[in-house]
């Protein structure tokens, strides 16, 4: 089987979130075209990319003379909304045992039932039996928006439980280890440290850093780390083994794209392009990521 359409497709969704949405959403495709190149995407990969992930409600086009721009749809930018604080906060560290649930009926249609499954499992919940799923410490405005999208707002009950039991109980680790497959999780997160370690080590002892080799080593950085993070439910701590493989994933990840940001921020303004120019300035919000990132206050000359 091809991978390369599956693989086009999933690296510009990580570039959208990553590198696009911060700077408004919206990019002239010819421009994004030479800033993927190095990847390996070529033009053909590329605008079939864009136009499958038109037809998955991602992205929309809007045609400007002879240029086309792709911007983040409504949708697209609220599935960002949802992994954004997934992929670059840490997860809560207390836990005083609270519950969400969501118990989907058997009458609920099977293309909207999967629908819903698949958004679930995505923000993190796991299934304790038939037609029930649960998380601890979920976010509830997002599990409200997913019920909304899927429109299934009307159709599940969905509500709060709090445990009676110790916090460490046999019985609740064993439940948790039933509904989360964190052995492969950790394994998963274990691979992307042995990957990316010898990065870090190489950036960091460089006499100096090359600002296309930032944004690339970026990209396939955070490309690795929302990989593991879609199998990640982000548990609270009480509930994960110790020595948790994923909080030593996110340490690296954080010391990496600090010291990579920077220079890929720059090449990615003297590369992409919009209707009106160059690329607006990162949002206030980009700098909230991984604990707060130092703005560079990067000029530009186009």
């Known amino acids: 089987m091809d991978r390369h359409p599956t693989r086009a497709n999933s690296l510009i969704i990580t570039i959208y979130g990553d590198f696009i949405a911060p700077h408004?959403?919206?990019?002239w495709l010819g421009s994004f075209i030479k800033l993927v190149r190095p990847l390996g995407l070529n033009e053909r990969m590329v605008r079939t990319s864009v136009y499958r992930l038109s037809q998955e409600k991602w992205l929309v086009s809007e045609q400007l003379g002879r240029k086309s721009y792709y911007s983040l749809t409504t949708s697209g930018r609220r599935r960002f909304?949802?992994?954004?604080?997934?992929?670059?906060?840490?997860?809560?560290?207390?836990?005083?045992?609270?519950?969400?649930?969501?118990?989907?009926?058997?009458?609920?249609?099977?293309a909207q039932r999967d629908a819903l499954?698949?958004?679930?499992?995505?923000?993190?919940?796991?299934?304790?039996a038939s037609g029930i799923l649960a998380h601890p410490s979920a976010d509830t405005d997002a599990l409200l928006d997913i019920l909304q999208e899927t429109g299934a707002h009307d159709k599940v009950?969905?509500?709060?439980?709090?445990?009676?039991?110790?916090?460490?109980?046999?019985?609740?680790?064993?439940?948790?280890?039933?509904?989360?497959?964190?052995?492969?999780?950790?394994?998963?997160?274990?691979?992307?440290?042995?990957?990316?370690?010898?990065?870090?080590?190489?950036?960091?002892?460089?006499?100096?850093?090359d600002p296309e080799q930032c944004f690339l080593v970026q990209t396939l950085l955070m490309h690795a780390f929302r990989r593991a993070l879609l199998n990640d439910p982000q548990l609270p701590s009480q509930l994960l083994p110790a020595n948790w493989s994923?909080?030593?994933?996110?340490?690296?990840?954080?010391?990496?794209?600090s010291i990579t940001y920077p220079l890929a921020q720059a090449h990615l303004?003297?590369?992409?392009?919009?209707?009106?120019?160059?690329?607006?300035?990162?949002?206030?919000?980009?700098?909230?990521?991984?604990?707060?990132?130092?703005?560079?206050?990067?000029?530009?000359?186009?």
Request: glycine residues 8%; aromatic residues 12%.
């Open 24 to 27: 408004g959403g919206t990019v």
């Open 81 to 110: 909304e949802h992994a954004y604080r997934r992929i670059y906060f840490e997860p809560q560290d207390v836990w005083a045992g609270e519950w969400q649930l969501v118990m989907i009926p058997p009458s609920l249609a099977g």
């Open 117 to 128: 499954r698949k958004d679930l499992a995505w923000a993190g919940y796991g299934t304790l």
């Open 157 to 209: 009950v969905a509500m709060k439980a709090v445990n009676i039991s110790a916090l460490t109980s046999k019985p609740l680790q064993e439940l948790v280890r039933e509904c989360w497959n964190l052995d492969a999780l950790s394994a998963q997160y274990l691979d992307f440290v042995d990957l990316f370690r010898p990065v870090l080590r190489t950036m960091r002892t460089a006499n100096s850093l």
């Open 246 to 257: 994923g909080g030593v994933a996110r340490q690296l990840c954080r010391d990496l794209y």
């Open 269 to 302: 303004l003297s590369v992409c392009e919009t209707a009106n120019g160059p690329l607006p300035a990162a949002a206030p919000y980009f700098y909230e990521r991984f604990g707060g990132l130092v703005d560079p206050k990067i000029t530009i000359e186009h």
